[in-house]
C-alpha cells in the first residue's frame, strides 16, 4: 500500500473519537439566592435534641440526632438548619441522614443565602418525602469545623503543653422552638482546666442542659480550655491527579501539599540541641514531625519531594497486608511553620478499573483522598482533584460523595497527544481525614480505536521523520552547478 493511502486510512481512523461530545453530571448547587426578607417558616418544632461535639482531633467534629415534628397543616418538606455568618464559611462535610435507616438515600442539603451581610445565614434540608401533620422523624445531622479551635497562650516554649479554646453556644442553633435538648462535649484528655457554664463532669464528657422550651435563634455562650499537646495539621491547598493509562495498566497519583501547623507558636528560638534530645524519650510535641500515608495494597514506586529536591527521610513498606508511605519532613513543623511538598505513587489499574459488558463504557473507582492518617486528625481548606483520562475519553460523567463548589472538564496535553486527554476536574472546600474511605465513582466511554491513537501517533512521526530525511536527502545543496 503506498504512503499517501495509508493515511488516508489511518487519519479518519484516527480522529473519529475527537467528534463526540464530553457529557458530565454537574454537581448540585451550593449557592441559592433567596429574598433579603426571608425566614424560614415555623413549620416544625424540635421535640428532642441531642448535640455531641468531638474535640478528640485537631477540627471540631458536630453530630445532631434531633426529633423534629410538623407543626402545620400541610405537608413539609424543607428544614433550615442555621449558623453564623463567621462560622459558615468552616463548616464542611454536612450531611443529613434518617437516623433509623442510615442507609436511606434522597435527603439534600445545601447551602442558601438572603441577605449577603446578614449575621445568620442557612443550611438548607430537603426531604424526599414531605412530613405529614403532626408526625415526627428523626434526623441524624453531621459536620465538621475547621479553625475553630485557638490556642492560649497563643506561643509557648519548645517542651510546654499547648492548650486551645473551643467557644460554643449551649443551645444547639436552630431555627424552630425546641422542647428539650442537651449538649455533650467528648474531649481528649482530663486535663480541663478551664470551663465556663454549669456542665455536669464525668471523665472527659461534658454535659451541658437538659434545655427546655428554647426559642428558635437563642444563643448562650460558652467556652472550654482543655490540653492538645499535639500539631494541629492544616493544609491550605491540596492538589491531588490521578492519571489513568489504558496501554500501561497503570494509575498514577500525584498529591501537591501545602501544610501549616496552626498550633502555638514558639515563643523563643528553635533549639535543635532541645529537640535532638527528646528524640530519646519521645515527649508528647506540638510539632509535625512525621506523617503516616496508608496506600493501597499493590502500590509501587512511591517517591516524595519538596521544593530543594527529593527527600531521602522516607521509608516504604509494602506486602500482602498493607502498604505503607512512612514521611519525615526536612524539619519539624512547628506551630505557625509551613512546609510544602508532593508524593507520588503508581498502582495496578485492574483493581479500580471495571469494564462494562456492553458498549465502551468504564467504570473507575478511586478514594477521593488518601493522604496522610494521623490520630490528631488532618483538614484540608481546599482540594483539587483531577481525574486524567485517555486521550479519546467521552461521555465522562461521576457520582461525589462530598459536596463540591464547582466540576468540569478541560483537555491535559502531554507526550506525543494530539488534541490532548480528557480531565475531570472537582474542588471542594473544608475536607477533613475521614474523606478517606469515600470514593469517587467516574465512569466514560472508551472505543476501541481511541485506543490506538498513541502507536498511530508514533507510527506517523515516524513516518513523517522518514520522508523529512528523504525529502531532505534529495535536496540539492551543492555550491557549484552539475557537470
Not at 88 to 109: F, H, M, R, T
Amino acid at each position: 500500500m503506498k504512503l499517501p493511502t495509508l493515511i488516508t486510512v489511518i487519519i479518519p481512523l484516527f480522529f473519529t473519537s475527537c467528534a463526540a461530545d464530553l457529557n458530565l453530571t454537574a454537581p448540585l448547587s451550593s449557592h441559592q439566592i433567596l429574598p433579603n426578607t426571608f425566614k424560614p417558616p415555623q413549620v416544625f418544632k424540635n421535640v428532642n435534641l441531642l448535640r455531641n461535639i468531638n474535640l478528640e482531633k485537631s477540627y471540631v467534629k458536630e453530630t445532631i440526632n434531633v426529633v423534629i415534628e410538623n407543626t402545620d397543616a400541610k405537608p413539609q418538606d424543607e428544614y433550615y438548619i442555621p449558623f453564623g455568618a463567621g462560622v459558615i464559611g468552616k463548616v464542611g462535610g454536612l450531611e443529613v441522614k434518617y437516623k433509623k435507616n442510615p442507609d436511606k438515600a434522597g435527603i439534600v442539603s445545601e447551602v442558601v443565602e438572603y441577605d449577603t451581610y446578614s449575621p445568620t445565614q442557612f443550611y438548607r434540608v430537603t426531604l424526599p418525602i414531605p412530613l405529614a401533620p403532626s408526625s415526627q422523624e428523626t434526623l441524624s445531622i453531621s459536620y465538621h469545623l475547621l479553625s475553630s479551635l485557638t490556642p492560649l497562650p497563643a506561643a509557648i516554649n519548645q517542651q510546654d503543653k499547648q492548650f486551645l479554646v473551643h467557644t460554643f453556644s449551649t443551645y444547639s442553633s436552630s431555627a424552630y422552638l425546641t422542647q428539650k435538648q442537651k449538649t455533650k462535649i467528648k474531649f481528649p484528655t482530663l486535663d480541663i482546666p478551664d470551663s465556663t457554664g454549669e456542665p455536669e463532669r464525668q471523665g472527659t464528657s461534658y454535659t451541658y442542659g437538659p434545655y427546655e422550651n428554647i426559642p428558635a435563634g437563642a444563643e448562650q455562650e460558652a467556652s472550654v480550655r482543655y490540653e492538645f499537646t499535639k500539631p494541629i495539621i492544616h493544609a491550605t491547598s491540596l492538589e491531588r491527579d490521578v492519571e489513568v493509562s489504558h496501554w500501561g495498566g497503570n494509575l498514577a497519583v500525584e498529591e501537591r501539599y501545602w501544610l501549616t501547623n496552626k498550633g502555638a507558636s514558639l515563643a523563643d528560638h528553635f533549639s535543635r540541641v532541645t529537640w535532638a534530645a527528646t528524640q530519646y524519650y519521645n515527649p508528647p510535641t506540638t510539632a509535625i514531625k512525621a506523617l503516616n500515608v496508608p496506600l493501597r495494597i499493590g502500590s509501587l514506586n512511591p517517591y516524595f519531594t519538596d521544593d530543594i529536591g527529593n527527600v531521602s527521610t522516607s521509608r516504604f513498606r509494602s506486602n500482602s497486608r498493607e502498604a505503607n508511605l512512612e514521611l519525615k519532613p526536612r524539619y519539624p513543623v512547628f506551630g505557625g511553620w509551613n512546609y510544602s511538598f508532593r508524593i507520588g505513587w503508581d498502582a495496578d489499574l485492574k483493581h479500580f478499573l471495571r469494564k462494562l459488558k456492553t458498549g465502551n463504557g468504564y467504570v473507575l473507582k478511586v478514594p477521593f483522598l488518601e493522604g496522610p492518617k494521623m490520630s490528631e486528625g488532618v483538614s484540608y481548606e481546599k482540594v483539587e482533584w483531577r481525574m486524567i483520562l485517555p486521550e479519546g475519553a467521552t461521555n465522562v460523567k461521576f457520582e461525589s460523595p462530598l459536596p463540591l463548589v464547582s466540576a468540569g472538564t478541560s483537555l491535559h496535553k502531554t507526550f506525543m497527544d494530539t488534541v490532548g486527554r480528557t480531565t475531570l476536574k472537582l474542588t471542594a472546600m473544608n475536607v477533613v481525614d475521614d474523606s478517606r474511605d469515600m470514593d469517587i465513582i467516574v465512569t466514560y466511554d472508551y472505543s476501541f480505536t481511541a485506543g490506538f491513537r498513541k502507536p498511530v501517533t508514533i507510527f506517523l512521526g515516524v513516518i513523517a521523520v522518514f520522508a523529512a530525511a528523504w525529502a531532505i536527502g534529495r535536496l540539492d545543496v551543492s555550491i557549484g552547478g552539475k557537470a
